[in-house]
Nanobody
Framework: QVQLVESGGGSVHTGGSLRLSCTHS????????VGWFRQAPGEEREGIAM???????RYRDSAKGRFTISRDNAKNTLYLEMNSLNPEDTAMYYC?????????????????WGQGTQVTVSS
């Protein structure tokens, strides 16, 4: 059974930075493609960035140049470095995992989900 646990959320002002982490329990982390999603109140969950099992990454346009996704397979951990945050980035952030290869940013393509970590950006 795979469990994902996010951490690193918090409250920052516009222009601030945060680093989110997601630890993945279970074996064979290298066999999973993993990603970050977010959901603001009243909005649908959207994919922000993902890194596939081979290390290839993909970003939502709004995240390009500001966010960096990375994974440490030795630590079974996924990261999201977020810079130049603005109030539009305020949301609950979730990590997700899919067994095998995908480069999708669609939530339906991921099987396992964490409980989320809140990010709040104030002006």
């Amino acid at each position: 059974q795979v469990q994902l646990v996010e951490s690193g959320g918090g409250s920052v002002h516009t222009g601030g930075s945060l680093r989110l982490s997601c630890t993945h329990s279970g074996a064979n982390y290298r066999d999973y493609s993993v990603g970050w999603f977010r959901q603001a109140p009243g909005e649908e969950r959207e994919g922000i960035a993902m890194v596939d099992k081979y290390g290839g990454s993909r970003y939502r346009d709004s995240a390009k140049g500001r966010f960096t996704i990375s994974r440490d397979n030795a630590k079974n951990t996924l990261y999201l470095e977020m810079n130049s945050l603005n109030p539009e980035d305020t949301a609950m952030y979730y990590c997700a995992a899919a067994r095998g290869w995908t480069n999708s940013l669609v939530q339906g393509d991921y099987t396992y989900w964490g409980q989320g970590t809140q990010v709040t950006v104030s002006s």
